[in-house]
């Protein structure tokens, strides 16, 4: 079965700054990757994916990341931050030919002035 | 384009009562699923729907936890009876087909077991 580690459960960042929030995942098989934000109160919305193809996928709001499959690595990155990044960010991932998505337990950025 | 649509957004009961959740998918969308997201946790696929029919139930907790989506569009989960570790927010999403790469998400609806 497929699962996803969030190493950091906080990530605290001043604004204009870079972050990266890292994400690795476990499986055996070819894999689909997501990254959801989830604002206070709110549902998640879908931020990128990759599919297939590049490994650099760039997303909303100035977000991009990187799948690096050797490391079973999805890292999120921004290169400057702003205070409206301040989120729980959710790495999924869907294995090819199934219908369930795995979520990570979430990282917690903090943009502070 | 209207979004997913949950209610309540906050619900608080005891434990042993019983509780349910509303949602309404984004029009025209054929699938629908569940999901419990508990403090701290990512979300966890209780049920999927595609159209009227169940696609995975396999992690919903069957003894407790019920599902229907009767008409193929809005969907209604039950808690019957309530325990304190259910307390967690319940997620709806919606996505075109069954192997959509995109789920959208509604606001969930907050449930606290006292």
């Known amino acids: 079965a497929q699962s996803v580690t969030q190493l950091d459960s906080q990530v605290p960042v001043f604004e204009e700054a870079p972050v990266e929030l890292r994400c690795n995942y476990s499986?055996?098989?070819?894999?689909?990757l997501f990254w959801y934000v989830q604002y206070p109160n709110q549902g998640l919305q879908l931020l990128l994916k990759?599919?297939?193809?590049?490994?650099l996928v760039k997303g909303i709001n100035g977000f991009e990341a990187e799948f690096n499959k050797s490391q079973t690595s999805f890292h999120l990155r921004k290169p400057s931050v702003h205070i409206s990044d301040t989120a729980e960010y959710f790495c999924?991932?869907?294995?090819?030919?199934?219908?369930?998505?795995?979520f990570g337990t979430g990282t917690q950025l903090k943009v502070e002035l | 384009e209207a979004g997913v649509a949950q209610s309540p957004r906050y619900k608080i009961i005891e434990k042993r009562q019983s509780v349910a959740f509303w949602c309404n998918p984004i029009?025209?969308?054929?699938?629908l699923y569940w999901y419990q997201q508990i403090l701290g946790q990512g979300p966890k696929l209780l049920i999927q729907?595609?159209?009227?029919?169940?696609?995975?139930d396999s992690q919903l907790p069957k003894d407790r936890f019920s599902a229907e989506r009767l008409k193929g569009v809005d969907s209604t989960l039950k808690i019957q009876p309530a325990k304190l570790e259910d307390s967690a927010v319940y997620l709806c999403?919606?996505?075109?087909?069954?192997?959509?790469?995109?789920?959208?998400f509604g606001p969930g609806t907050r449930l606290t077991v006292l």
């Open positions: 029009s025209g969308h054929a699938t």
């Open positions: 990759y599919l297939s193809g590049s490994t």
């Open positions: 999403a919606s996505s075109p087909v069954v192997f959509s790469d995109t789920q959208y």
């Open positions: 499986s055996s098989v070819s894999v689909y």
């Open positions: 999924a991932v869907r294995v090819g030919g199934g219908n369930k998505l795995t």
């Open positions: 729907f595609q159209n009227n029919g169940v696609v995975d």
